[in-house]
């Protein structure tokens, strides 16, 4: 059965698909039209906005998928390797782009804007903003990094086209706006390839919870009344799908197992509770500094019998 989130990706993926390949041919024709490669630029870029999309629902498939003897955690991190995909298409497309302007710099080729340029681009910017705020809406309501760099994707666009508007004005001025402008809208590109590649990375490598996040932790840990618990060693595993948290407590070093069992229990149903988050806790002494494997080999006196 598809869940909700799942409908909301492939619905962002199937409208952005039909609205950016309608602005994709309506953006090639006028940059054809008026030899302009920053126009054909950013309608290369709204096209690569579509076959991102495309990815990111094929993504969205597969990590649906439910957890198997391979793949205990999931499928999840699919959406992840989607994102940095689109991260990379966005790198390739910049590099072409830079290559082209500085030709066409080189070569002192220069565009012939009209009015039909004007309206193009200005509809381009206020379509793409609005994809954009509708990706980002669904991004955050289901914590999906895919749907979030198909986001800054449609922003980007949007952003990109900003400068090309007002090149659009200068045009008659200046018969180098146009590869300048080319320049820019590539840079653009690269600073939200790197953006997205970041931010996913991020999240694969382990990221470190946010000091608001731990602070949330910690007051609903305080809430259950269990005593002074010292807790340390807090780490979030982001599998997109669902997020694994570890962290270790310490407790009195008269309680019983059977009793540290029990408050880790109780700790674990909290934060599944309240984050959503599945958590497997470490029970150590109060008055026994952790040791890690390395050194309880370098120190095997302190090895529990």
């Given at each position: 059965?598809?869940?909700?989130?799942?409908?909301?990706?492939?619905?962002?993926?199937?409208?952005?698909?039909?609205?950016?390949?309608?602005?994709?041919?309506?953006?090639?024709?006028?940059?054809?039209?008026?030899?302009?490669?920053?126009?054909?630029?950013?309608?290369?870029?709204?096209?690569?906005?579509?076959?991102?999309?495309?990815?990111?629902?094929?993504?969205?498939?597969?990590?649906?998928?439910?957890?198997?003897k391979?793949?205990?955690?999931?499928?999840?991190?699919?959406?992840?390797?989607?994102?940095?995909?689109?991260?990379?298409?966005?790198?390739?497309?910049?590099?072409?782009?830079?290559?082209?302007?500085?030709?066409?710099?080189?070569?002192?080729?220069?565009?012939?804007?009209?009015?039909?340029?004007?309206?193009?681009?200005?509809?381009?910017?206020?379509?793409?903003?609005?994809?954009?705020?509708?990706?980002?809406?669904?991004?955050?309501?289901?914590?999906?990094?895919?749907?979030?760099?198909?986001?800054?994707?449609?922003?980007?666009?949007?952003?990109?086209?900003?400068?090309?508007?007002?090149?659009?004005?200068?045009?008659?001025?200046?018969?180098?706006?146009?590869?300048?402008?080319?320049?820019?809208?590539?840079?653009?590109?690269?600073?939200?390839?790197?953006?997205?590649?970041?931010?996913?990375?991020?999240?694969?490598?382990?990221?470190?919870?946010?000091?608001?996040?731990k602070?949330k932790?910690?007051?609903?840990?305080?809430?259950?009344?269990?005593?002074?618990?010292?807790?340390?060693?807090?780490?979030?595993?982001?599998?997109?799908?669902?997020?694994?948290?570890?962290?270790?407590?310490?407790?009195?070093?008269?309680?019983?197992?059977?009793?540290?069992?029990?408050?880790?229990?109780?700790?674990?149903?909290?934060?599944?509770e309240?984050?959503?988050?599945?958590?497997?806790i470490?029970?150590?002494?109060?008055?026994?500094?952790?040791?890690?494997?390395s050194?309880?080999?370098a120190?095997p006196?302190?090895?529990?019998?």
């Amino acid at each position: 059965m598809t869940s909700n989130r799942d409908k909301a990706g492939y619905l962002e993926s199937i409208v952005s698909i039909i609205v950016n390949t309608a602005l994709f041919a309506l953006k090639l024709y006028t940059g054809i039209i008026t030899g302009s490669i920053a126009l054909i630029a950013d309608a290369w870029h709204t096209l690569s906005d579509s076959l991102t999309s495309v990815v990111i629902m094929v993504a969205i498939k597969l990590s649906s998928k439910k957890p198997d003897k391979e793949h205990p955690f999931g499928h999840g991190r699919w959406e992840q390797i989607a994102a940095l995909f689109v991260a990379f298409v966005l790198a390739v497309i910049a590099y072409e782009f830079i290559m082209d302007s500085i030709e066409r710099f080189g070569n002192r080729q220069e565009a012939n804007f009209g009015t039909m340029a004007i309206v193009v681009v200005a509809v381009s910017i206020v379509i793409k903003e609005l994809l954009a705020q509708y990706a980002f809406y669904i991004a955050k309501k289901h914590d999906s990094a895919a749907i979030k760099a198909d986001g800054w994707h449609h922003r980007s666009d949007a952003l990109s086209s900003i400068p090309v508007l007002i090149g659009i004005f200068f045009a008659s001025k200046f018969w180098w706006i146009d590869s300048v402008l080319g320049f820019i809208l590539s840079l653009v590109l690269f600073y939200a390839a790197y953006k997205i590649a970041k931010e996913t990375v991020d999240k694969l490598l382990g990221k470190q919870p946010s000091e608001e996040l731990k602070e949330k932790i910690k007051n609903a840990i305080r809430s259950l009344n269990l005593g002074d618990l010292k807790w340390h060693h807090l780490h979030m595993h982001n599998y997109e799908r669902h997020c694994e948290l570890t962290m270790h407590i310490r407790l009195d070093g008269q309680k019983s197992i059977e009793e540290g069992h029990r408050i880790a229990t109780i700790i674990e149903n909290k934060i599944e509770e309240d984050f959503k988050m599945q958590a497997t806790i470490h029970v150590e002494p109060l008055c026994q500094e952790h040791l890690s494997y390395s050194a309880l080999q370098a120190e095997p006196e302190k090895q529990p019998l």
